[in-house]
């Protein structure tokens, strides 16, 4: 596994869809995960190339998706959008970067 040359230090929690119930309700799953949060209010392009204006970029080696919730310090922030993404040589996906 490839990891980011950085040590993620920081720590979230991550709340992210894990299916639907049996009434077409979606169902979450929140799990405590080690990242790197860089606070800075700033407009940033998603790899899909949408410009979004966030608050902190946040990188984790978790497969944290737009949709998703980040909970810091008791607040809930909404995943905007990825910005970037580390591959391997094999071209598998081994962190990210997302807005909030």
């Known amino acids: 596994m490839v990891k980011p040359w950085f040590p993620m230090k920081d720590s979230a929690t991550w709340k992210h869809k894990t299916g639907m119930d049996g009434y077409g309700n979606p169902t979450f799953s929140t799990v405590t995960i080690s990242c790197?949060?860089?606070?800075?209010?700033?407009?940033?392009?998603?790899?899909?190339?949408?410009?979004?204006?966030?608050n902190a970029l946040l990188t984790s080696i978790e497969n944290?998706?737009?949709?998703?919730?980040?909970?810091?310090?008791?607040?809930?922030?909404?995943?905007?959008?990825?910005v970037k993404e580390g591959k391997d040589n094999n071209r598998i996906i081994q962190w990210r970067m997302v807005a909030f």
């Open 64 to 82: 944290i998706v737009p949709g998703d919730t980040i909970t810091i310090n008791g607040k809930d922030w909404p995943i905007l959008g990825t």
């Open 36 to 54: 790197d949060i860089v606070y800075a209010s700033r407009v940033v392009r998603t790899i899909e190339g949408d410009e979004l204006r966030c």
